[in-house]
């Protein structure tokens, strides 16, 4: 599975450390940014959303300062569902309710410890169907 990633100045530290920890695990597409010059998020999170949505498997991880500007962003592309979590728990259910295609983390608010069990549980849960899909059909306008 291709993992779409992108990040703005907040959120490139941590961006990287993701990658190191999940190397053995998936092939990453990073969208930058690569510096801690400033930048503004939408431009890396309309690449992933973009990058996700011509992937049928592949998923996306966008990491900002708060998270709500890169899940504001993303979730503007129809088919997208990008999901601000900050603990394991809300990851799984992003997966498992949500069917959530990107993972959004808050670079200035999590420890790299927990953002790398957050993305673990993650990528570990199941989408459950039933009635969340009913109710993920009903999302687009
Ligand atoms: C950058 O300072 C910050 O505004 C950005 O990383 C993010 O938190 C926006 O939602």
Redesign the pocket.
Known sequence: MKIYIGS????VDLKELVKQHFANQFEFVDAGTFTNESVD?PDFAHQVAENVLKDEQGRGILI???????AITANKHAGIRAALCWSPEIAALAKQHNNANIIVLPA?FISPQLAMDTLDAYFKAEFEGGRHQRRIDKINL
């Open positions: 703005d100045h907040a959120g998020y900002c300062g708060t998270g709500n500007g890169m200035r």
